[in-house]
């Protein structure tokens, strides 16, 4: 079952966040398990605030993509960058509909 986890920030430098998150894409480049689509979305109402959905083919594989001493590293690079620690939320995907 597909599996996305949600992440819900503040930051005032996403550029630099944007960049890091660049710099490990490439280096993950043929890493199987990891993340199959990333969408980010910034709230209109509450400048500085973003919401990252990471989908993942499993539970499984998006566990074993924490584990990972990369994530972990670029995790807390990451956080050091926003105003307020970042949030979770884990989601099993019950479904998914293209509407055009």
Known sequence: MKFVQIIDFETERI???RELVEQA?????????GPT?????????????YLV???FESH???????????TSRLAEQLAALCTRPPSF????VRETTELK
């Open 15 to 17: 550029a630099e966040m």
């Open 25 to 33: 894409a490439q280096r993950a480049a043929g890493r199987t398990g």
């Open 37 to 49: 689509h990333r969408l980010v979305l910034q709230d209109r109402s509450t400048p500085g605030r």
């Open 53 to 55: 959905l990471m989908e």
């Open 60 to 70: 499984e594989d998006a566990v074993r993509n924490s584990n990972d001493p990369e």
């Open 89 to 92: 939320t884990d989601c099993d």
